[in-house]
């Protein structure tokens, strides 16, 4: 069974972290998932240890619209890259891919110190009265924090949206971190995942028991 929306949303607001499972008849993935305010090198040190996937950092399509951030398939369908850009995934959805972005106070990017940094002040700019001025002053791109823009529960229903929507009625802001859970040469089944998430004390949900709310 999974855990309560209160659990869930007790655990986000103290900055834990989450695990949610987009479904067996979509990815077939888990995430382990935690707010983007609360961003530390721990808690990216983890993820890469834990997750093993991409980090990425999904913000809402309001804030992307205020900013200006477009989904990477549009920007190069409109570069020459039509022919090679990907349409849609094996399980029919089109990408939730943004820019790769780092905060301008950075080194290389890449490290989990930067990484964190790059996220915080993203959450930041989401919060901002003036996005785009914000963003243009403090970030540059390409960079090493792989940005998705959530397309909204209704139309998609992936681990962007989900992400989003709980973070959404935990009365936070639309900045999630996300990374796959892998296993040893595919995703982590679901068994697994459900262990490792009872093991460390995580709040577990699958995507149905979040958009079936809706």
């Not at 785009?132 to 924090?145: L, R």
């Amino acid at each position: 069974m999974p855990d309560s929306m209160d659990d869930l949303s007790a655990q986000l607001r103290k900055g834990g972290f989450i695990v949610v499972y987009d479904g067996d008849e979509r990815e077939g993935e888990a995430d382990l998932m935690f707010h983007a305010k609360f961003a530390s090198p721990e808690k990216i040190e983890r993820m890469r240890r834990d997750g093993g996937g991409l980090i990425c950092l999904a913000v809402g399509g309001e804030s992307a619209g205020k900013i200006g951030l477009r989904f990477l398939t549009d920007i190069l369908r409109g570069s020459g890259y039509g022919n090679v850009t990907y349409k849609r995934t094996a399980y029919g959805d089109e990408p939730a891919f943004s820019l790769g972005i780092n905060h301008k106070d950075v080194y290389t990017g890449i490290t989990d110190e930067d990484r964190a940094l790059t996220i915080r002040k993203m959450e930041e700019c989401v919060r901002t009265e003036n996005q785009k001025e914000y963003f243009e002053k403090n970030f540059y791109v390409p960079g090493h924090v792989f940005l998705l823009i959530g397309r909204s529960i209704d139309v998609r229903k992936g681990h962007t949206e989900l992400s989003l929507e709980l973070a959404r009625i935990a009365g936070l802001s639309g900045a999630m971190v996300m990374c796959e859970m892998m296993g040893k040469v595919k995703a982590l089944a679901k068994k697994d995942v459900i262990e490792y998430a009872k093991r460390n004390g995580f709040p577990f949900i699958e995507g149905r028991d979040i958009w079936g709310k809706k």
